[in-house]
């Protein structure tokens, strides 16, 4: 069966630390992978894409990899802040066929 | 800056009624999604509009969701009867026009909270 799946639903580091979150995805074949931001209450913001031709993108202090062969999608937040508290969800769209989201994983970062 | 407007932001209502909730995507986006998200899930598409045209609705529940956008700018989402199961977060989002598979940028809503009693 299809799935996505991301590592875990909670993840607690402590300020000025890397947070690294992962996204796996069963029997899709995408096109491209975005990753999204969600405080409590509020829709979504988009933050990065990655198509499958890409290895990594980078965006200030984020920067994410995405490995076909493995079907993992890794998303970085360097030197992390209390602000960077948030669900961090990814996406992935297989051609049109699907667009999926993860189920999240909720980060809190420790000051 | 633009943003996308849902109302109502919350709704309360009892099984077997009808419900509506109304997005306005960002000026100029051809491109309309409807999500429902379920308490600690990832947004689920139910529909997709590319301007007044259904582009994917596989996942909208057909005998008692319908949605419209009729001009191609604002949208309605309607469920009834309204049932247990359907308390969610309902967000809207729209892009400019991406096509399929879908590369554009989604801007979401705050979306509407709904409590089936």
């Known amino acids: 069966s299809q799935k996505i799946e991301q590592n875990s639903e909670a993840l607690n580091i402590q300020e000025g630390k890397t947070a690294t979150l992962t996204c796996n995805y069963t029997?899709?074949?995408?096109?491209?992978l975005q990753w999204y931001r969600q405080d409590p209450g509020r829709g979504p913001v988009f933050l990065l894409l990655?198509?499958?031709?890409?290895k990594e993108k980078r965006k200030e202090r984020l920067k994410v990899t995405f490995d076909t062969t493995l079907k993992q999608s890794l998303f970085h937040i360097t030197a992390s802040q209390p602000a960077d508290s948030a669900t961090y969800l990814c996406?992935?769209?297989?051609?049109?066929?699907?667009?999926?989201f993860g189920p999240g994983t909720r980060l809190s970062v420790l000051p | 800056e633009a943003e996308v407007a849902q109302s109502p932001r919350y709704k309360i209502t009892e099984k077997s009624q009808a419900v509506a909730f109304w997005c306005d995507p960002i000026?100029?986006?051809?491109?309309l999604y409807w999500y429902r998200q379920i308490l600690g899930q990832g947004p689920e598409l139910l529909v997709q509009?590319?301007?007044?045209?259904?582009?994917?609705d596989s996942q909208l529940p057909k005998d008692r969701f319908s949605a419209e956008r009729l001009k191609g700018v604002d949208s309605t989402l309607k469920i009834q009867p309204a049932e247990l199961g359907d308390s969610a977060m309902y967000l809207c989002?729209?892009?400019?026009?991406?096509?399929?598979?879908?590369?554009?940028?989604?801007?979401f809503g705050p979306g509407t909270r709904l409590t089936v009693l």
């Open positions: 989002a729209s892009s400019l026009p991406g096509g399929v598979p879908r590369l554009d940028e989604q801007f």
């Open positions: 029997n899709y074949s995408p096109a491209y």
């Open positions: 990655i198509r499958e031709n890409e």
């Open positions: 996406a992935l769209d297989d051609y049109g066929q699907n667009f999926v």
């Open positions: 000026s100029g986006h051809a491109t």
């Open positions: 509009f590319q301007d007044e045209s259904v582009v994917d």
